[in-house]
């Protein structure tokens, strides 16, 4: 989702989707994950924070039932909204799944346009689907006037991945997306889904993501099954939640009958310490140790949950060896996608290094993002949309 790189573009484009009606926009961030993978879905923590890559979502009424709706790059599509359906795998679905959970919850809404497109890539693992379902419910909310709480706009925007586009996500996402904070993380617990906000104090580091180029085929039906194994390891404890479980439990002869019920447990309970641990670190600026704790969490995510792939594995080793490189994991679900990389900003060229690298043993030239922690998602400002291009790329080092 990146064109039209001129503000006035844009403005154009608005015009005409929106027939001279002034419409509401909203910006909408994707999100990293600095540490906390695979414990949404088990009532665990997490660190994600918002990121200065957004999805613009905006919106203006209609006289008549029809939603009449336009992605940058994905095309047009019109429906009824007595006729909103499920059909995963295209973009719309996420938007009548928002307009779905919406009317679903009591709430009155009528026909719209919408325009969505930003600079978010797609497939990087940095939550375009959450952000575009975020800025849709936080449009449609302003738009109808409807008082729709945050953290009923993230349960909406959870509702519409999980019915119309088939995506049993977790809360993080979300979360990020609406409650980010320029220069924090969103320290998330997800059996109480209570947050707050932890200063990153990483003035001296950039945060670089290196994408793999990957992305195997395994990931959807191995997320499921770590849920089911997860779930096996509840049983054999007798807890209700694995957070409930002590690691000097594991060792107790219940689980040794079921070692993978064991790892995955063992990487739960590890993995949720070593957000309690990072963020403390954060806090007192001792990054040295976050870097550590980023790479323990890696080999976790290989050797105990077996999420990682040869690609990923590689980034890791290579970064280990750069001494600009503070710590480094793989980010998101696994099996492809990016690495996370704490990177000295007075290092020079353990990218380019990484890259040629990489490209010599996979075939692969490497993409790499440097991004920032941004704010959450809002409506904008009339002044604020004279300045908006969707062409803004990704800063490349």
Known sequence: MHHNANPTAYRILLEQVHQGLDPVIVRAPGRINLIGEHTDYNGGLALPAAINRYIYVSVSRRDDDQLNLLAEDFGAHRVALS?????????????????????????????????????????AGLSSSAALCCGTVMALDTLFDLHVSREEMALIAQEAEHTFAGVQCGLMDQYACLFGKRGYAVKMDFSTLQFEHVRLNLEELDLVLLDTGVKHSLASTEYNLRKAETRRALELLNVNQ??????????????????????????????????????????????????ELLYESHQGLATLYNVSC??????????????????????????????????????????????????????????????????????????????????EELTLI
């Not at 009317?103 to 978010?120: A, W």
């Not at 002590?246 to 447990?265: E, G, Q, S, T, W």
């Not at 970064?319 to 998101?332: D, F, L, P």
């Not at 040629?356 to 809002?378: D, F, H, P, S, V």
């Open 83 to 123: 006729d909103l359906y499920p059909s995963p795998g295209n973009w719309y679905t996420y938007v009548e799944g928002v307009a779905a959970a919406l009317i679903g919850r009591g709430y009155h809404i009528g026909g719209f346009n919408l325009h969505c497109g930003g600079n978010i890539p797609t497939g």
């Open 242 to 291: 694995l957070r409930d479980a002590d690691i000097n439990m594991l060792y107790d002869a219940v689980l040794i009958p079921d070692p993978v019920a064991f790892k995955r447990a063992r990487f739960f309970l590890e993995e949720n310490k070593r957000v309690e641990t990072t963020a403390v670190a954060l806090e007192r600026r001792m990054l040295t140790l976050v870097g």
């Open 310 to 391: 040869l690609e990923l594995d590689l980034l890791i080793r290579l970064a280990k060896v750069e001494k600009g490189i503070a710590g480094a994991r793989m980010m998101g679900g696994g099996f492809g996608g990016c690495t996370i990389n704490l990177v000295d900003k007075k290092a020079k060229g353990c990218i380019s290094r990484i890259s040629k690298r990489y490209e010599e043993q996979t075939g692969i030239t490497l993409k790499n993002y440097r991004l920032l922690t941004a704010a959450g998602a809002r409506v904008l400002e009339a002044r604020e949309i004279r300045t908006i291009s969707l062409a």
